[in-house]
């Protein structure tokens, strides 16, 4: 479904496959810690994909996302005064979405 013809791509349908499961192994994964936020390494994605991506966490997670060159590739860059990243408010109660799906040592990159 991430490949076509040989070519790593962001399938059309990934609002529905992000769910906070697969965004903490995307984290976990390729998520890099910054002190100004969270870069998602795409590299391996043509720039019309990565945008397909940002526009998910834009709209799905509330995410400040922007668009970064670095070394002639494209990145998502998720500014640290976003939304507290990935979290949801139920009641007084500040829930992380994707922390019940992380390995404890990659908390770091979610600033916890």
Do not use: W
Not at 38 to 64: A, H, K, P, W
Not at 97 to 106: D, G
């Amino acid at each position: 479904m991430f490949y076509k013809e040989g070519k790593k791509i962001i399938p059309h349908n990934i609002y529905d496959l992000l769910t906070p499961v697969a965004l903490a192994h995307l984290i976990m994964g390729d998520g890099t810690a910054q002190s100004s936020g969270l870069r998602i390494c795409t590299d391996s994605f043509e720039v019309q994909d990565i945008v397909r991506l940002m526009n998910v966490l834009i709209i799905r997670y509330g995410l400040t996302c922007t668009l970064h060159l670095d070394r002639g590739r494209f990145r998502v860059y998720i500014n640290k005064s976003s939304p507290p990243l990935l979290r949801k408010q139920e009641g007084s109660k500040l829930i992380i979405i994707v922390k019940p799906y992380m390995v404890p040592s990659m908390l770091y990159k979610l600033g916890l």
